[in-house]
């Protein structure tokens, strides 16, 4: 879930701290990926927040999201235009719809945040490039994620890479800190900004997440309060994990392929 920190210092986190926290992790992206297979033509929205409840309930957690400001809803689902924090309703999924789905999870204390956006049935060509792009881009800026950087060098890579493809990376919501609060220090843009230069440090865990739109990068949001849609009416993706930054290379502790967790120092 992109937005500002609600603390006001950056947490190294420890090693107990992180024996706590990979569980969450972990239960995070089981959600996100089981909620990812129900996905199909003709479900409501609303019958997908209560698959991902159910989920989240069978694994003893509790999501990060409902209640948080008031949000009425178990996971973020956004279709099409909507950018983040769609809310569950009525509206039914249709055959080549692609929906964004933010999983954020509490368990033991702390926080696992991550998302993804997938294809309703099939898509067009255009559609999965966009979201190819997307989850690329979120790979190099994980890559970034290593101490002695500064979140300017995870936001540079973001941009460079949505902006050499030809897509806007939207500027209102960025990647945060994550720990014990949904949000923490430091912000993470998706784009460069030099009053988010932190320098990294081994602890710190970070929730990267671009968000990026097939045309333009403006953004408005919708009388509900929350959805963010397009203001061109394009399409636009959303790929997330939370990320340890160590003295090596950075940890996904969003990943269900262990093999993949580290980056090759």
């Not at 926290?21 to 996905?39: K, T, W």
């Not at 973020?76 to 692609?98: M, Q, T, Y």
């Not at 696992?112 to 790979?139: H, I, K, Y």
């Not at 790929?239 to 502790?253: K, N, Q």
Request: net charge negative.
């Amino acid at each position: 879930m992109g937005g500002a920190g609600e603390v006001t210092m950056i947490i190294l986190k420890t090693e107990r701290d992180l024996a706590a926290m990979r569980p969450a992790c972990a239960i995070a992206r089981a959600v996100l990926e089981a909620v990812a297979a129900f996905v199909r033509p003709d479900l409501t929205t609303q019958e997908v927040d209560e698959y991902a409840a159910d989920c989240i309930k069978q694994h003893g957690a509790r999501s990060a999201f409902l209640g948080y400001r008031k949000y009425p809803c178990h996971i973020c689902i956004s279709v099409n235009d909507e950018v983040v924090h769609g809310l569950a309703g009525p509206r039914r999924l249709r055959f080549g719809d692609i929906v964004s789905l933010d999983v954020g999870v509490y368990y033991r204390g702390f926080v696992g945040d991550n998302a993804l956006t997938v294809a309703v049935g099939g898509c067009s060509v255009e559609a999965q490039r966009l979201m190819d792009v997307t989850e690329s881009a979120l790979t190099e800026g994980i890559a970034q994620a290593r101490s002695g950087n500064r979140v300017t060098d995870v936001s540079r890579a973001i941009q460079t890479c949505v902006e050499r493809n030809g897509y806007s990376v939207v500027r209102e919501f960025v990647g945060h800190g994550v720990g014990r609060a949904v949000h923490e220090p430091p912000e993470v843009p998706n784009f460069v900004d030099a009053r988010s230069s932190a320098r990294l440090r081994a602890g710190m865990t970070l929730a990267i997440e671009p968000m990026v739109n097939l045309g333009g990068a403006a953004i408005k949001v919708l009388s509900d309060g929350w959805t963010a849609v397009t203001q061109d009416g394009s399409l636009s993706a959303h790929f997330e994990h939370t990320v340890l930054v160590t003295d090596g290379a950075p940890e996904i502790l969003t990943c269900s392929d262990r093999a993949a967790l580290r980056w090759k120092a």
